[in-house]
């Protein structure tokens, strides 16, 4: 079955840097887009960037361009975000997610918390 486990997370000041990484199984993941979502307490949850299957494509939010920066390698089967720069937004728990429609599936996520 599909897994995706997400790592990295921690806590950081503003200004910092983290790099998160979600380890998929159970699908071929080199012939799939990914995304990473974030969710703040009491929001929604929203889409950050997404990654073609090859990673010839990405797109991004505009409030984290030229900041975040998504990546794979399909070798390893897992997905990164590097986010650089990061603005003092307080908790978010960040998802990687596959889309196979109709089914969307999601990991636990990982929290990250920019803080001084």
């Known amino acids: 079955q599909v897994q995706l486990v997400e790592s990295g997370g921690g806590l950081v000041q503003p200004g910092g840097s983290l790099r998160l990484s979600c380890a998929a199984s159970?699908?071929?993941?080199?012939?799939?887009?990914m995304t990473w979502y974030r969710q703040a307490p009491g929001k929604e949850r929203e889409l950050v960037t997404l990654?073609?299957?090859?990673?010839?494509?990405?797109n991004y939010a505009e409030s984290v361009k030229g900041r975040f920066t998504i990546s794979r390698d399909n070798a390893k089967s897992t997905l990164y975000l590097q986010m650089n720069d990061l603005k003092p937004e307080g908790t978010n728990r960040y998802y990687c997610?596959?889309?196979?429609?109709?089914?969307?599936?999601w990991g636990k996520g990982t929290l990250d918390t920019v803080s001084s």
């Open positions: 997610n596959l889309r196979i429609a109709p089914i969307n599936y």
């Open positions: 159970g699908f071929t993941f080199s012939s799939y887009a």
């Open positions: 990654i073609t299957s090859i990673g010839d494509t990405t």
